[in-house]
């Protein structure tokens, strides 16, 4: 269980997580959508602990998270996997040794320099390729390949850390629909195999109903709406979008990021009506 207790994050003047309060069980799929501004990233950064907290508190199984500090802070980013709109690959490296930088945690600091990894690691960075069903692409540089197989790759890089949660930043916001798909198929299907939380920053409506059991409305840093798929109706979007952005959340919908699973495994997911 993951609980956000009365969690604030200020930037100066600007306050862009406003008293937030959540409860996510294991092995959730979770959606958070808002417009831009709503405090949706800086939220998902702060349980990465990629930002600090202002106020309030951040658990994990019983772990204060908000207050680590150290080897069990790195312990904590090995189990909690981040994910990002532009990918974050080394460009100019091949992809099993990208992929293999998701164990950067958990070495000795020298092999890491030298890029020495184990037979163990080399096979465990291919089989998270299989996964993903990009091994073929093993040995060309990150920067050759599309976005969606880059992006293929980074969750490839995120399942080596054997995560207990994958955090993914608008994770499709740079992808055609096909790819879009691709990858929320892929994050889906990690999710229901592996009792992996996933929670996810989305812009679009129909991809958080589409993939996710849950859907978490943010608008001015507060959390607006926490609800299933079901109940996302259209005057809870106004709240979460406001009257004028209500028509961007909708039309984007039906045009550039327009998706559907491919294949449904997990019995609450629903294909976008
Ligand atoms: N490092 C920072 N310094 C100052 N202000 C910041 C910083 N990070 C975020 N903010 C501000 O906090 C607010 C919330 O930003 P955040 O990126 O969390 O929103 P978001 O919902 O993820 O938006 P988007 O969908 O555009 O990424 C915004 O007003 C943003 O300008």
Redesign the pocket.
């Known amino acids: 269980m993951l609980k956000i207790s009365h969690v604030s994050r200020r930037?100066?003047n600007?306050l862009?997580?406003d008293d937030v309060t959540l409860e996510i069980p294991q092995g959730q799929m979770v959606g958070i959508i808002?417009?831009?501004?709503?405090?949706?990233?800086?939220?998902l950064r702060m349980i990465n602990r990629l930002s600090d907290v202002s106020s309030g508190y951040i658990d994990y199984e019983g772990s204060r998270v908000s207050e680590l500090k150290g080897q069990a802070l790195r312990g904590w980013q090995r189990d909690c996997a981040m994910i990002f709109q532009q990918f974050n690959l080394v460009p100019r490296l091949d992809v099993i040794t990208n992929v293999m930088l998701g164990r950067l945690n958990g070495r000795n600091p020298l092999l890491n320099l030298l890029q020495v990894f184990s037979a163990d690691e080399q096979f465990a960075a291919l089989k998270a390729l299989e996964r993903l069903d990009i091994a073929q692409t093993a040995t060309q540089w990150a920067q050759t390949l599309s976005g969606g197989q880059q992006q293929r790759v980074a969750i490839a890089r995120a399942l080596m850390q054997g995560p207990r949660m994958i955090l993914a930043?608008?994770p499709i916001a740079s992808l055609d629909p096909r790819n879009a798909q691709i990858v929320m198929d892929s994050l889906r299907d990690i999710n229901a195999e592996g009792k992996i939380t996933v929670i996810t920053?989305l812009?679009t409506l129909d991809t958080a109903r589409a993939y996710c059991e849950r859907i978490i409305g943010?608008a001015a840093?507060k959390v607006v709406f926490d609800g299933t798929p079901d109940e996302l109706t259209t005057d809870v979007a106004r709240t979460i979008y406001g009257a004028d952005g209500l028509k961007e959340a909708f039309s984007e919908a039906l045009t550039s990021t327009s998706i559907t699973p491919l294949t449904l495994k997990t019995s609450s997911a629903q294909p976008a009506p």
């Open positions: 930037f100066g600007k862009a997580v808002g417009r831009s501004g709503a405090g949706k990233s800086t939220l930043d608008e920053n812009h943010m840093g």
